[in-house]
């Protein structure tokens, strides 16, 4: 166990649909990372933030948005769902912004 | 463009072998380099890692062998057990500039045969 904590642990919706994938961070972890997991893709680093700001973006499409909260847990906001974006979508937190992330257990999402 | 090149995609390894598993890179800024392991249905694992300024690490049965004039760093599991059946990532990030993504591999199936 990473301490690292997502919720939900899987998501059925329908396409066109919007949801929101949560993670709480490791204890005394200031960073917050998102990643998408897809067959096609492999793992890709999706944004990250630091102690609430934005820290680096990646390959993230304009339908998604995330958000760190003084509690520093984060929140990733999916919209206007297509097929594809069927993924796993993990969450991973570190001490800094440049230490070790450790991953969280993942949230499926299967778009219908 | 995949900047993080792994191989091989499966390996099928007996019972107390050796598991040897490549990556290359291209972005010579990289300077932090991380193995991940991961169960189905799991997330990834830290490993172990490794910085440019060693050649090799050791922990326990893993080692990460790393060529920096090559670009060039492998993953040895020694005496390879049934349980570390799983998919292996190799990563590589740079911590300058404010951010620390991941780049991964695109990941090896390792099966260890009784």
């Known amino acids: 166990d990473s301490g690292v904590t997502q919720t939900p642990k899987h998501l059925i919706t329908a396409t066109g649909q919007r949801v929101t994938l949560r993670c709480s961070p490791r204890s005394g972890d200031l960073s917050v990372y998102w990643y998408q997991q897809s067959l096609d893709q492999g793992l890709q680093f999706l944004i990250q933030y630091y102690n609430g700001e934005e820290r680096a973006k990646g390959n993230i499409l304009e339908r998604f948005s995330a958000q760190q909260f003084p509690d520093l847990h984060s929140e990733l906001n999916l919209s206007s769902l297509e097929l594809g974006d069927s993924a796993l979508y993990f969450c991973?937190?570190?001490?800094?912004?440049?230490?070790?992330?450790?991953f969280g257990p993942g949230t499926r999402l299967t778009v219908l | 463009q995949q900047q993080v090149k792994q191989s091989p995609q499966s390996l099928i390894v007996q019972k107390g072998g050796i598991s040897i598993i490549n990556c290359a890179y291209e972005n010579t800024a990289f300077d932090y380099f991380p193995w991940y392991q991961q169960f189905p249905g799991k997330g990834p694992a830290l490993l172990i890692a490794i910085r440019p300024d060693v050649s090799e690490k050791k922990e326990g049965r893993f080692t990460i062998s790393f060529n920096k004039s090559a670009k060039q760093f492998s993953l040895h599991i020694m005496d390879s057990q049934p349980g570390d059946s799983a998919t292996y990532f190799c990563?590589?990030?740079?911590?300058?500039?404010?951010?620390?993504?991941?780049?991964f591999g695109t990941g090896t199936q390792l099966k260890v045969e009784l």
């Open positions: 991973a937190s570190s001490v800094g912004p440049a230490t070790t992330q450790y």
């Open positions: 990563a590589a990030s740079k911590s300058t500039g404010g951010g620390n993504k991941l780049t």
